[in-house]
Structure formats: C-alpha cells, structure tokens
C-alpha cells in the first residue's frame, strides 16, 4: 500500500520510474516523513511548495525564482543577490552541503544562476555564479562539481593579482546532459546537448553536442550519435 502511494506520488511530481519491488516499505517511508518536514520547512519560509533540507541559508529570497517541487538539501546557502533574477525549474534539486554565490566582492556584483526543470546537483557542490550560470533542462550532476565563472587578470606583472581585477564570459550548459562527480567548470565552458562529462573533468571550451568529453583539460573522447 504504501509503496502505491509512493509510486502515486512520484507520479503527479512528473517521475516517471518505477520503484524498485525489492525496496523496504521502511525505507520509504523514512523518505516520505523527510520530505514532509522539508515541504513544511519550505511552506514556512518561502510560502511556496519548495522542499528545504536542515539549516538550508536563503538570501534576498524575493530575488529568486523557485519552480515547483524545488529541493534545497541541508546545510546549503543560495545567494540570491544578483543583477538577474534567479531561477529554479520544476523539480530542480541542488543537494546538501552546497553554496551557490553570486556576489562574491563587494567591487562587483554577481550576475546570478538557473537551472532548468529536472535538473539537479549532487551534494558538496559550489556555484560560483558571479559572471552567470546557466544550466538547461534535464541535467543531472554528481557530488563535488563546482562552477567558476569568472577569471583573474594577471597581465600586469608590476601590479598584484588580487588588485587587477576580474573578466568574465559565464558558463552554459544546456540540455540533456550527464556530468560525473568532482568535474570543474572554467569560465566561458559551453556544453550543448546530449553530452556526458566524465568524472573529474576540468571543462574549459565550447563543445558540440551529442559528445563524451572528459580529461584535464577536457576534450572530445567519444561521439554518442555515431558510437565511434
């Protein structure tokens, strides 16, 4: 009965999956009285249907956008100072232990970050979204990735780093897309669609879609249309 249930929920959340037969009734339901405190947590503070995990930190909340059945693991800040609007898609989830920040130095502020519907992020991960990131639909990534999407000038060798500044192109991902655990993002990183990134990559280029890349730097490994 219970499992029904759980398989009914799934459902009007837009899951497609079926629950595995093999899978304890108790274990489902830990999951769902979770998921309840956390709906609770979200009704509370934001007013919205927007799942928060434990001492989850949400600033300038009235900047930030957040899509249905969003989850913010525990233990997660999101800075939601930003020149654009931040926006969470339907059933986005960004997992526990991770920091989204935007304005990182009060010399400039912060662009902001999207994520599109079904995306998520694993747990540990940092966006550092103050030239802007952008992540597509259906996107799912592992533990540990983070995003930096802005560069230090380093030109003037008579000058100190941390005093010349920085530039910033932004990073986009789009849609469709596989991201393995402990994978970095430079500045100016564009994936187009149907893409995988292997595990521990350092991404720094534009790449097409319908690719495999990995390695440091990352780079083409192997095409999915043409399985070469």
Same mark, same amino acid.
């Given at each position: 009965m219970?499992k029904?249930?759980?398989q @009914?929920?799934?459902a009007?959340?837009g899951k497609?999956?079926t629950?595995d037969?093999s !899978?304890?009734?108790k274990?489902?339901f *830990?999951?769902?009285w979770s998921?309840?405190? *956390?709906?609770?947590?979200?009704?509370?503070?934001?007013?919205?249907?927007?799942?928060l995990?434990?001492?989850?930190?949400?600033?300038?909340a009235k900047?930030?956008?957040f899509g249905?059945?969003t989850?913010i693991?525990?233990?997660?800040?999101?800075?939601?100072y930003?020149a654009?609007?931040?926006?969470?898609?339907?059933?986005s989830?960004?997992?526990?232990?991770?920091?989204?920040?935007c304005?990182?130095?009060?010399s400039k502020?912060? @662009?902001?970050?999207? *994520?599109?519907?079904?995306?998520?992020?694993?747990?540990?991960?940092?966006?550092?979204?103050a030239?802007g990131?952008?992540?597509?639909n259906d996107?799912i *990534?592992?533990s540990y990735?983070?995003?930096?999407s802005?560069n230090?000038?380093f030109?003037m060798p008579?000058?100190? !780093?941390?005093?010349?500044?920085?530039?910033?192109?932004?990073?986009e991902?789009g849609?469709n !897309?596989?991201?393995?655990?402990?994978v970095?993002?430079l500045?100016?990183?564009?994936?187009a669609d149907?893409t %995988? %990134?292997?595990?521990?990559?350092?991404v720094n280029g534009?790449f097409?879609?319908?690719?495999?890349i990995g390695?440091?730097?990352?780079?083409?490994? @192997?095409s999915i249309?043409?399985?070469?």
């Amino acid at each position: 009965m219970l499992k029904a249930l759980f398989q @009914k929920l799934l459902a009007k959340a837009g899951k497609t999956y079926t629950i595995d037969a093999s !899978i304890p009734s108790k274990l489902l339901f *830990m999951n769902l009285w979770s998921r309840f405190f *956390m709906l609770f947590r979200g009704l509370l503070r934001l007013q919205q249907k927007v799942f928060l995990g434990k001492s989850t930190t949400i600033l300038n909340a009235k900047n930030i956008s957040f899509g249905t059945n969003t989850t913010i693991g525990s233990y997660t800040k999101i800075d939601g100072y930003a020149a654009e609007k931040l926006k969470f898609g339907v059933n986005s989830k960004i997992g526990s232990y991770g920091f989204v920040s935007c304005t990182s130095h009060f010399s400039k502020y912060g @662009k902001g970050f999207t *994520m599109g519907s079904n995306s998520a992020m694993g747990d540990y991960c940092q966006v550092g979204a103050a030239g802007g990131v952008t992540i597509g639909n259906d996107v799912i *990534m592992g533990s540990y990735i983070s995003f930096h999407s802005e560069n230090h000038n380093f030109n003037m060798p008579d000058v100190l !780093i941390r005093e010349q500044g920085t530039t910033s192109k932004g990073i986009e991902l789009g849609n469709n !897309i596989w991201v393995g655990a402990k994978v970095t993002f430079l500045d100016g990183s564009q994936i187009a669609d149907n893409t %995988v %990134v292997a595990a521990g990559a350092v991404v720094n280029g534009v790449f097409p879609p319908n690719v495999i890349i990995g390695g440091v730097p990352a780079k083409i490994l @192997k095409s999915i249309t043409n399985n070469e």
